[in-house]
């Protein structure tokens, strides 16, 4: 029999993991939210409480929903919380020895047959389990950003995971109302292999003077229709974010096409990493973005 997954932990309250708890608890789940300061995990919990309460306004859910789903999710700085969960996902940054770090400090704290999945964009599977004590019970589950809005879940098998894992994180992403595209475990996976190195083509294009900040976004949404423009993507996933998936492309595959640009470079060691920090291709200090070049 398949396990039947009743509590989930979440590593990380940032933009993705509170996505994921928000989710999770909408889906009846009971929700253990950690980070590395309690500042953090409440920080987490009112963006949660702010998109759960926009999506009342909308129709999208109701009042006692909210508050049901909001109730079940509980701070857990102390990683000894969750201690009694079913399945837990490492949400943290995109640097594989944070995430190592993380996996060796939950490994002696969680129960024997309890999952663990990471929600990496691009890292291997496969050498971040066998990085723990249970590559078998080991899987990726890649969330799209935002995750209350986007529907797909990239499932990702490690070489050493297990059916009976993989059907029970199958089933957990079903019960979260999320469609599954099953990627195997190559960097990058699917949606970043092909993403990103068009976000790296649209920084290139600027770089040598193609075109500006608008006019390549521009181009892009009125040209192939997109909803929005590579570089303003590139500012909401994070520009850091960009430059280690193509880092992780660039030397998993060894081809040049994925070499990172260097201006995404320059930008990252300015600290101008987007949305977050209020500066990337776009200037958010003000009413209206405005185009940093």
Same mark, same amino acid.
């Given at each position: 029999?398949?396990?039947?997954? !009743? !509590?989930? $932990?979440?590593?990380?309250?940032?933009?993705?993991?509170?996505?994921?708890?928000?989710?999770?608890? +909408?889906?009846?789940?009971?929700?253990?939210?950690?980070?590395?300061?309690?500042?953090?995990?409440?920080?987490?919990?009112?963006?949660?409480?702010?998109?759960?309460?926009?999506?009342?306004? /909308?129709?999208?859910?109701?009042?006692?929903?909210?508050? $049901?789903?909001?109730?079940?999710? *509980?701070?857990?700085?102390?990683?000894? +919380?969750?201690?009694? =969960?079913?399945?837990?996902?490492?949400?943290?940054?995109?640097? @594989?020895?944070? !995430?190592? !770090?993380?996996?060796?400090?939950?490994?002696?704290?969680? /129960?024997? @047959?309890?999952?663990? =999945? &990471?929600?990496?964009?691009?890292?291997?599977?496969?050498?971040? #389990?066998?990085?723990?004590?249970?590559?078998?019970?080991? %899987?990726?589950?890649?969330?799209?950003?935002?995750?209350?809005?986007?529907? +797909?879940?990239?499932?990702?098998?490690?070489?050493?995971?297990?059916?009976? &894992?993989?059907?029970?994180?199958?089933?957990?992403?079903?019960?979260?109302? *999320?469609?599954?595209?099953?990627?195997?475990?190559?960097?990058?996976?699917?949606?970043?292999?092909?993403?990103?190195?068009?976000?790296? @083509?649209? %920084?290139?294009?600027?770089?040598?003077?193609?075109?500006?900040?608008?006019?390549?976004? *521009?181009?892009? /949404?009125?040209?192939?229709?997109?909803?929005?423009?590579?570089?303003?993507?590139?500012?909401?996933?994070?520009?850091?974010?960009? +430059?280690?998936?193509?880092?992780?492309?660039?030397?998993?595959? =060894?081809?040049?096409?994925?070499?990172?640009?260097?201006?995404?470079? *320059?930008?990252?060691? #300015?600290?101008?990493?987007?949305? /977050?920090?209020?500066?990337?291709?776009?200037?958010?200090?003000?009413?209206?973005?405005?185009?940093?070049?």
């Amino acid at each position: 029999m398949v396990m039947e997954i !009743k !509590k989930v $932990g979440i590593i990380g309250a940032g933009q993705m993991g509170n996505g994921i708890a928000h989710v999770c608890a +909408l889906a009846g789940y009971d929700v253990g939210l950690g980070d590395l300061s309690i500042d953090r995990i409440e920080s987490g919990l009112a963006s949660i409480n702010g998109n759960m309460a926009r999506q009342v306004q /909308k129709g999208l859910i109701t009042e006692e929903q909210r508050t $049901g789903a909001l109730d079940r999710i *509980k701070p857990a700085q102390d990683l000894d +919380l969750l201690s009694d =969960a079913d399945l837990v996902i490492e949400s943290a940054v995109e640097n @594989e020895s944070v !995430k190592r !770090k993380i996996f060796s400090q939950l490994c002696p704290i969680l /129960k024997p @047959e309890a999952i663990l =999945a &990471t929600n990496t964009s691009s890292i291997s599977i496969t050498r971040l #389990a066998a990085s723990t004590d249970r590559p078998e019970r080991f %899987i990726g589950i890649h969330f799209m950003n935002p995750v209350p809005i986007m529907e +797909l879940v990239e499932l990702v098998r490690g070489i050493a995971t297990e059916d009976e &894992t993989f059907e029970a994180s199958k089933q957990f992403c079903d019960r979260l109302g *999320k469609q599954i595209a099953v990627a195997e475990d190559f960097p990058a996976f699917m949606v970043n292999r092909i993403l990103l190195p068009m976000i790296n @083509e649209a %920084i290139y294009t600027l770089y040598e003077g193609v075109g500006s900040v608008d006019s390549i976004d *521009k181009a892009m /949404k009125l040209g192939a229709n997109h909803p929005m423009g590579p570089l303003q993507l590139a500012d909401f996933i994070g520009l850091d974010t960009c +430059l280690s998936i193509m880092q992780v492309l660039y030397e998993g595959l =060894a081809d040049t096409k994925y070499r990172p640009c260097p201006l995404l470079v *320059k930008y990252v060691e #300015a600290g101008w990493l987007g949305r /977050k920090t209020q500066r990337g291709f776009y200037d958010y200090r003000g009413e209206e973005p405005v185009p940093t070049r």
